[in-house]
C-alpha cells in the first residue's frame, strides 16, 4: 500500500456544522447581519460572510455562535490561528460547546498542534460523549503521532456509536494495517466498500 494510502486517516478531520438561521427576540440587526453571513458562506462568500458575522459580534459580543461561525470561515480560507482565536472566544462564552472544541481541534491540527488538538477533542467527548466526530479526529491526531493502537481506541468508540461510518472503519483499518493486524485491517476494509467507499474495496482486492 502507498505511504498515500497510509497518510488518508490523518488527511481527513471532520468539522461540526455551523449553527442554522436564526430568529427571535434578540437584537434584529445582529440576527440579519449573522443570518446574512450564513447565506454568504453557503455561496462560498468566506470574506463577505466573516465581514457579516463581525458586524453580528460588534453589535451583540455575547452570542458565541457568532464567533463558532466566523471561526468556520476563516478556517476555510486557512487563517487557522484566527479561526482557533473565534472558537476560544465561543468557549469562553458557551464552555459546554462540543463542536467548539471539536473544531478548534481541527484547526490546531491544521497548524500540526496534534497533542493540543487531542486535548480539545478529548474536552468535545467529555462534554459529548457521543460525538462521533471528535473520536474520529482524535483518532487521526494520535494516527499522526504514530499511536496506532490508541488511534484504534478511537476509531472504534465512533463505530460503536455509529456503526455505519465508513471512513471511520477505513481509517481503523489503515492503523491495523500498520500494527501488522492485515486480517482486521481487512474486515475493516470490506466494511468501509459495503457503505460505499470505493478506495477500501481496492484495497481488499490488493491486500487481503
Not at 458557551?94 to 493540543?116: E, H, I, T
Not at 504514530?146 to 471511520?168: T, V
Request: hydrophobic residues 35%; proline residues 4%.
Amino acid at each position: 500500500m502507498s505511504r498515500r494510502t497510509t497518510a488518508i486517516a490523518a488527511a481527513l478531520s471532520v468539522l461540526a456544522l455551523g449553527s442554522p438561521l436564526i430568529s427571535g427576540c434578540a437584537n434584529p440587526l445582529a440576527i440579519n447581519a449573522y443570518n446574512s453571513g450564513l447565506e454568504k458562506y453557503e455561496q462560498g462568500d468566506y470574506p463577505g460572510a466573516i465581514a457579516d458575522y463581525t458586524k453580528a459580534i460588534k453589535i451583540n459580543p455575547h452570542d458565541s455562535r457568532y464567533y463558532y461561525n466566523r471561526a468556520h470561515a476563516k478556517g476555510d480560507l486557512k487563517d487557522y490561528h484566527e479561526a482557533i482565536a473565534d472558537y476560544s472566544k465561543a468557549i469562553e462564552i458557551n464552555p459546554q460547546d462540543a463542536n467548539a472544541y471539536n473544531n478548534r481541534g481541527v484547526s490546531k491540527s491544521d497548524l500540526k498542534d496534534y497533542q493540543g488538538a487531542i486535548s480539545d477533542y478529548g474536552k468535545a467527548i467529555q462534554i459529548d460523549p457521543k460525538n462521533t466526530k471528535a473520536y474520529y479526529n482524535s483518532g487521526n491526531a494520535k494516527y499522526t503521532l504514530k499511536g496506532y493502537r490508541e488511534a484504534i481506541d478511537d476509531y472504534s468508540s465512533a463505530i460503536a456509536i455509529n456503526p455505519k461510518y465508513a471512513i471511520a472503519y477505513s481509517a481503523r483499518g489503515i492503523s491495523k494495517e500498520l500494527i501488522a493486524d492485515l486480517k482486521g485491517a481487512c474486515r475493516d476494509w470490506r466494511k468501509a466498500a459495503d457503505f460505499g467507499l470505493t478506495e477500501p474495496a481496492e484495497w481488499v482486492k490488493k491486500e487481503c
